[in-house]
């Protein structure tokens, strides 16, 4: 079982930058793939980020590519979203997830989930 807590949400203006944070309990974080998704209000929650566990390979939605940085410390049970150049439509909820078998963009690849932090980007 893990349990994640994301932190770093916030009322930013178009342009800002704001780094999310989710610290994971259990033993065995950096056996786990981790992804951070996303909600906005009336849509579908969607794939922003992930960091496999193995390789420690990286890889992005289009929307957000040059823009956005995961990275992981293993030794602290922690995975951050640093986003750069927010615009509006960054507006939603980010969830922190993590995947015990399986790794990638897909929802159903994540077993575990956080409870959300909200991001709010201006004009």
């Known amino acids: 079982q893990v349990q994640l807590v994301e932190s770093g949400g916030g009322l930013v203006q178009a342009g800002d930058s704001l780094r999310l944070s989710c610290v994971a309990s259990g033993r065995t974080f950096s056996s786990y793939a981790m992804g951070w998704f996303r909600q906005a209000p009336g849509k579908e929650r969607e794939f922003v980020a992930g960091v496999s566990w193995r390789s420690g390979n990286t890889y992005y939605a289009d929307s957000v590519k040059g823009r956005f940085t995961i990275s992981r410390d293993n030794a602290k049970n922690l995975v951050y979203l640093q986003m750069n150049s927010l615009k509006p439509e960054d507006t939603a909820v980010y969830y922190c997830?993590?995947?015990?078998?399986?790794?990638?963009?897909?929802?159903?690849?994540?077993?575990?989930w956080g409870q959300g932090t909200q991001v709010t980007v201006s004009s």
């Open positions: 997830a993590a995947a015990k078998y399986m790794e990638g963009s897909a929802k159903s690849a994540y077993d575990y």
